[in-house]
């Protein structure tokens, strides 16, 4: 079960066009920042895994905190990341899953199946490798400034005023003229 906490999914069905697997990631801090990542076959992930067939995203976020015996209360979507690939790619989805108070530095779950740890977040470009840390950095970047990130093959393509992705301030609605309506009965 511990493959299913990391970033390894189901392969791509063969003659299927267009065809994307679907992941869910969740993103959990420690008082401190640290961010808790578990162990997988391929190296350490943030935990998720893909979305079986019938569930929702959502829903396969909340397994995922429940297979880590922790209580599965998810915040909003944080992060929708696009991996292109030749047999189609990945989309991932990272949902908000909270701090949680507590001093430990790892735990083990699953009936000892699973390894998770806090990884400071200096750290997780070394733990996570470039994929995973910038999706960590987005999560938490999302966070902070209240928006969903997008990003596209590592890169932001979130649209409107997201610091870094060199995109000029939007507004929400459009200056209205002088002699609106709206603006006469203030």
């Given amino acids: 079960m511990a493959s ?14 267009g065809w994307h697997r679907l992941d869910v990631a969740v993103l959990m801090r420690r008082r401190d920042g640290a961010v808790l990542v578990v162990a997988s076959p391929d190296g ?5 895994g893909p979305v ?3 569930s929702s995203p ?9 297979r880590l015996a922790l209580e599965p209360s998810l915040g909003r979507l944080l992060v929708q990341d696009f991996r292109s690939a030749d047999d189609g790619g990945t989309q991932v989805l990272v949902y ?7 001093d430990l530095d790892g ?5 000892g199946s699973v390894r998770a740890a806090f990884c400071p977040v200096a750290d997780l470009a070394a733990r996570l490798g470039a994929a995973g840390a910038e999706r960590a950095a987005a999560g938490l970047a999302a966070l902070e400034l209240g928006f969903l990130a997008e990003l596209e093959d590592g890169l932001d393509a979130t649209p409107g005023a997201v610091p870094g992705n060199g995109a000029p301030p939007r507004r929400m609605m459009p200056d209205l003229p002088v002699s609106s309506p709206v603006l006469a009965a203030r």
Avoid: I, K, N
Wanted: glycine letters at 18%; charged letters at 5%; aromatic letters at 6%.
């Fill in 4 to 17: 299913q906490l990391g970033p390894a999914g189901p392969a791509s069905p063969a003659g299927v066009p």
């Fill in 52 to 54: 079986p067939t019938g």
């Fill in 96 to 102: 908000d899953a909270g701090a949680w108070s507590t």
């Fill in 44 to 48: 350490w992930a943030l935990p998720g």
């Fill in 58 to 66: 959502r829903g396969a976020a909340s397994q995922t905190l429940l």
């Fill in 107 to 111: 735990f083990t779950a699953d009936g």
